[in-house]
């Protein structure tokens, strides 16, 4: 069976080789580009099956437009996202005292920096399984 594909997209290096780390350790194939741009290219080049994505990026919170361009686009529409942001602490961006903010963002999941590796990981699972619940359904649209 093919090792499931993720991308990170997320300009802070540091914490992006972390998170990679524990993906990989979990026996993903991790992809990690710095910026939007890189983004689009890397997913314009092959399939993945997941994309971890940053909000603040760049001059600011890039990430949105990221998964506003990607909702609009009729095949990575169908692709999980799953958000790792430390928004509230850079904006003092108030979310109501949960880590795990569904539905904020057109993406299937929100968790704010610094993730639990453990919740990552069952975040992760969990979205994959559902996206590849769909396909089998045939849900896509």
Do not use: C, W
Request: hydrophobic letters at 45%; aromatic letters at 4%.
């Amino acid at each position: 069976m093919a090792q499931t594909r993720l991308l990170i997209i997320d300009d802070d290096p540091d914490y992006v080789d972390g998170i990679k780390a524990i993906l990989e350790k979990a026996d993903y194939h991790v992809d990690a580009v710095y910026n939007p741009k890189d983004g689009f290219a890397a997913l314009a080049a092959q399939p993945y099956d997941l994309i971890l994505l940053d909000i603040m990026m760049g001059r600011g919170a890039e990430g949105v437009m990221v998964a506003r361009k990607l909702n609009k686009d009729p095949v990575l529409r169908n692709l999980p996202v799953l958000i790792i942001t430390g928004i509230r602490e850079q904006m003092a961006f108030l979310f109501p005292g949960q880590p795990v903010h569904p539905r904020i963002l057109p993406t299937d999941e929100l968790l704010e920096k610094p993730v639990d590796p453990k919740l990552l990981l069952e975040k992760v699972d969990a979205l994959l399984k559902e996206a590849a619940a769909k396909k089998a359904s045939g849900e896509q649209e």
